[in-house]
């Protein structure tokens, strides 16, 4: 998904707002799409090429 996006727009950072907050917001489901502290997140470390390298399932974001 974020290789597409990444191809529809400007940047990066757009394309991973594309491909994860704008969904997570058009389908309602409040508390996801984002990282912030107290969270929950599945995280995933893309290389410069865009291709998964890790994934981390329910990880626990908090500080």
Same mark, same amino acid.
């Given at each position: 998904?974020?290789?597409? /996006?990444?191809?529809?727009?400007?940047?990066? /950072?757009? /394309?991973?707002?594309?491909?994860?907050?704008?969904?997570?917001?058009? %389908?309602? %489901?409040?508390?996801?799409?984002?990282?912030?502290?107290?969270?929950?997140? &599945?995280?995933?470390?893309?290389? &410069?090429? %865009?291709?998964?390298?890790?994934?981390?399932?329910?990880? &626990?974001?908090?500080?």
């Amino acid at each position: 998904a974020v290789r597409v /996006a990444a191809r529809a727009g400007p940047g990066v /950072a757009g /394309a991973l707002r594309r491909a994860t907050a704008v969904p997570a917001r058009f %389908l309602g %489901l409040s508390g996801h799409g984002r990282l912030r502290v107290g969270a929950r997140a &599945d995280l995933v470390h893309l290389s &410069d090429a %865009l291709e998964v390298r890790r994934v981390w399932r329910a990880a &626990d974001w908090s500080g």
